[in-house]
């Protein structure tokens, strides 16, 4: 059966270094992979796509990569602040968007 | 835009009791999920419409749980009868093209006693 499995459950970093976040995946041939954000009591909001031919994918602070040989995507937030602390999810989608599936999520917090 | 739209945002009933939760999804988009968030189990895709249409409900847990989308704009998700361990929080998601990506309701948080 399909399995994705997030790096860890927390993590902390401090203030200003590069949070490295990583989705592995197995039993699964995506077509794309999302990672969203996700605030205490909100519902998961959208960051990052990226197709299963790219490579690699930034956007201001944060870039994510995807290798369909490890089955593995990394997200990265550079410079991080405390406003970055949140659960990040990252998410697998079949050919048409369908087979849509979540990671557990990686609870980040960002210390001062 | 008003984005998605939940309804109620907060819902506790008795065991037994039926429950049915509503959803708005922005104009235009074609496609709509219902998922299941517990700490447990993490956020869990129940059933996937595009177009109205049910595509993938290879998530919906049991026969007590039912979804329609009668309308472009508008889609149900019924539990009955409720149970506790139905207790959730539920979130409805739209998306326009296929590689676009989902745009999140607030949730409903389900207590069933």
């Known amino acids: 059966s399909q399995k994705i499995e997030q790096n860890s459950e927390a993590l902390n970093i401090q203030e200003g270094k590069t949070a490295t976040l990583t989705c592995n995946y197995t039993n699964y041939s995506p077509a794309y992979l999302q990672w969203y954000r996700q605030d205490p009591g909100r519902g998961p909001v959208f960051l990052l796509l990226?197709?299963?031919?790219?490579k690699e994918k930034r956007k201001e602070r944060l870039k994510v990569t995807f290798d369909t040989t490890l089955k593995q995507s990394l997200f990265h937030i550079t410079a991080s602040q405390p406003a970055d602390s949140a659960t990040y999810l990252c998410?697998?989608?079949?050919?048409?968007?369908?087979?849509?599936?979540f990671g557990p999520g990686t609870r980040l917090s960002v210390l001062p | 835009d008003a984005g998605v739209i939940q309804s109620p945002r907060h819902e506790v009933t008795e065991m037994g009791q039926e429950v049915t939760l509503r959803c708005k999804p922005i104009s235009g988009h074609n496609s709509l999920f219902w998922y299941r968030q517990t700490m447990m189990r993490g956020l869990e895709l129940l059933i996937y419409?595009?177009?109205?249409?049910?595509?993938?409900d290879s998530g919906m847990p049991e026969d007590r749980f039912s979804a329609k989308m009668p309308n472009a704009s508008f889609s149900t998700l019924k539990i009955q009868p409720s149970e506790p361990r139905d207790s959730a929080v539920y979130f409805c998601?739209?998306?326009?093209?296929?590689?676009?990506?989902?745009?999140f309701g607030p949730g409903t948080r389900l207590t069933v006693l």
């Open positions: 998601a739209s998306r326009g093209d296929t590689y676009n990506e989902q745009f």
């Open positions: 419409f595009n177009n109205n249409v049910p595509i993938d």
């Open positions: 990226i197709r299963e031919n790219e």
């Open positions: 998410a697998l989608a079949g050919n048409y968007g369908q087979n849509f599936v």
